[in-house]
């Protein structure tokens, strides 16, 4: 399986950016795509797509979220963070089955 | 809109059974792979199942292979997990998610509210 590697936690300040950083153990790229995929989790609600493939933005999604990366990094940036973004962030990668997620990193507002 | 609920969690016992349901509208139901993901209490998620749309493939997490078994009743618009010999480390809330093929292989791009599973003696 492929293991997806996120730090715990971050903190930020309102109006500042958060990067928030996945690697994995392997790529996930496949034929010009990277199959790397991040998710937002408030607390008691179910995950949201935020990000798919990398770097496109779910529909709905405000365009302050944005995702990069190839291979085994990636990055999921939120600029400027507003208060509603206290969430917990997972990336997904689905390269290969089964689909693995990280951790998940906990933003929290300084 | 898109709507996926969750229900049949509940309170059971250490090796025994139960079989949630996932009623979806707002879609071709019958077009679309379905998953199960879980998630123990204070901890990540964890994909433990894949049905294809017309159940021609199944595919299942190590955790719960042999024990857990996805499938779908396409003139329902109702996902299924049977779950058998359940154990403490079953314990979780259970998410039906719908893949969306055309934004990638394998993404999960709505969510039904979750279905509470607590497995204690």
């Known amino acids: 399986d492929i293991v997806l590697t996120q730090s715990p936690a971050l903190a930020v300040s309102l109006g500042q950016r958060a990067t928030i950083s996945c690697k994995t153990n392997?790529?996930?790229?496949?034929?010009?795509?990277?199959?790397m995929h991040w998710y937002q989790q408030k607390p008691g609600q179910q995950p949201k797509l935020l990000i798919y493939l990398a770097s496109n933005l779910a529909s709905g999604i405000p365009a302050r979220f944005s995702g990069r990366g190839s291979g085994t990094d990636f990055t999921l940036t939120i600029d400027p963070v507003e208060a509603d973004d206290t969430a917990t962030y997972y990336c997904q990668q689905s390269r290969n089955l089964p689909p693995t997620f990280g951790g998940g990193t906990k933003l929290e507002l300084k | 809109e898109v709507q996926l609920v969750e229900s049949g969690g509940g309170l059971v016992q250490p090796g025994s059974s139960l079989k949630l349901s996932c009623v979806a509208s707002?879609?071709?139901?019958?077009?679309?792979?379905m998953h199960w993901i879980r998630q123990a209490p204070k901890k990540g998620l964890e994909w433990i199942a894949l049905?294809?749309?017309?159940?021609?493939?199944?595919y299942y997490a190590d955790s719960v292979k042999g024990r857990f078994t996805i499938s779908r009743d396409n003139s329902k618009n109702t996902l299924y997990l049977e779950m058998n010999s359940l154990r403490s480390e079953d314990t979780a809330m259970y998410y039906c998610?719908?893949?969306?093929?055309?934004?990638?292989?394998?993404?999960?791009?709505?969510w039904g509210q979750g279905a509470s599973v607590t497995v204690s003696s």
């Open positions: 998610a719908k893949d969306r093929p055309e934004l990638g292989l394998y993404v999960m791009d709505a």
């Open positions: 707002g879609f071709t139901f019958s077009s679309y792979n």
């Open positions: 392997q790529n996930v790229d496949y034929y010009g795509n990277s199959y």
């Open positions: 049905i294809y749309y017309d159940s021609s493939n199944k």
